[in-house]
T-cell receptor, first 114, second 112 residues
Framework: DAGVIQSPRHEVTEMGQEVTLRCKPI?????LFWYRQTMMRGLELLIY????????DSGMPEDRFSAKMPNASFSTLKIQPSEPRDSAVYFC????????????FGQGTRLTVV | AQSVTQPDIHITVSEGASLELRCNYS??????LFWYVQSPGQGLQLLLK??????LVQGIKGFEAEFKRSQSSFNLRKPSVHWSDAAEYFC??????????FGKGTTLSVSS
C-alpha cells in the first residue's frame, strides 16, 4: 500500500483565494483525520470522520474551513477565503475504526498564504 | 480538561547517552497511548503503542516506553542515542470514541 497520500505537498496562495487540500487514505481504513501543525499550537485536530461521516469538527477554526469525505477513498479540506494566519502544515491521517489502532500519516501539505 | 502534556520542549543528549522523554495524560479512563517521531519536513511515524497488558512496551529503532497508571505517565526511553535520533517526538492519546490527541512535542538534539 502506498500509504496516506496528500496533495499538493506545497501550496502558496494569495490572501483571499480558495485553497483545497486533498487526501487519499489507506485502503480499508474507515477513520480519517485532518490535523494542522504550527510552531505555536503544535498538532491540532481539525476534524475526524468515521465511515465518511464527520464525527467531531470542533477543531475547525471557523466557517472559512470546511471538510468533506464523499467516499471512502477521498477527502478534501477547503479554506475559503484564505488568510495569512492559515499558513501551516496540514496533515491527513487514517486508521481502522477501533481506538486501539494507530493512525498513519501522510507527508503533509505546507500551506503558505501571502 | 483532557490533555496530553510533554513538559520538555527541547532536550539535548550526547550521542551514546541514554534518553528519557516525559509524557503525562489527563483523562478519566486510561486512553490508548502512542509515541510518534517526526523528522524535519516529514510526516509522523509510529514508534510504539500501549493498549493494555505489559506496562513496558518495545518499539522500533530501539525505543521503549513504560506506562505508569499511578503517575498517569507514558515516558519514552532509549538506552543509547544515535545522531540519527535527532527529531521531534510526540506523545499521543486516543480516548474511547475519539481521535488522537497530541502533546506539544519534544525536540531532541544529539551532540557529538
Amino acid at each position: 500500500d502506498a500509504g496516506v497520500i496528500q496533495s499538493p505537498r506545497h501550496e502558496v496562495t494569495e490572501m483571499g483565494q480558495e485553497v483545497t487540500l486533498r487526501c487519499k487514505p489507506i485502503s480499508g481504513h474507515n477513520s480519517l483525520f485532518w490535523y494542522r501543525q504550527t510552531m505555536m499550537r503544535g498538532l491540532e485536530l481539525l476534524i475526524y470522520f468515521n465511515n465518511n461521516v464527520p464525527i467531531d469538527d470542533s477543531g475547525m477554526p471557523e466557517d472559512r474551513f470546511s471538510a468533506k469525505m464523499p467516499n471512502a477513498s477521498f477527502s478534501t479540506l477547503k479554506i475559503q477565503p484564505s488568510e495569512p494566519r492559515d499558513s501551516a502544515v496540514y496533515f491527513c491521517a487514517s486508521s481502522l475504526k477501533a481506538e486501539n489502532t494507530e493512525a498513519f500519516f501522510g507527508q503533509g501539505t505546507r500551506l503558505t498564504v501571502v | 480538561a483532557q490533555s496530553v502534556t510533554q513538559p520538555d520542549i527541547h532536550i539535548t543528549v550526547s550521542e551514546g547517552a541514554s534518553l528519557e522523554l516525559r509524557c503525562n495524560y489527563s483523562y478519566g479512563a486510561t486512553p490508548y497511548l502512542f509515541w510518534y517521531v517526526q523528522s524535519p519536513g516529514q510526516g509522523l511515524q509510529l514508534l510504539l503503542k500501549y493498549f493494555s497488558g505489559d506496562t513496558l512496551v518495545q518499539g522500533i529503532k530501539g525505543f521503549e516506553a513504560e506506562f505508569k497508571r499511578s503517575q498517569s505517565s507514558f515516558n519514552l526511553r532509549k538506552p543509547s542515542v544515535h545522531w540519527s535520533d535527532a527529531a521531534e517526538y510526540f506523545c499521543a492519546a486516543r480516548p474511547a470514541g475519539t481521535a488522537l490527541i497530541f502533546g506539544k512535542g519534544t525536540t531532541l538534539s544529539v551532540s557529538s
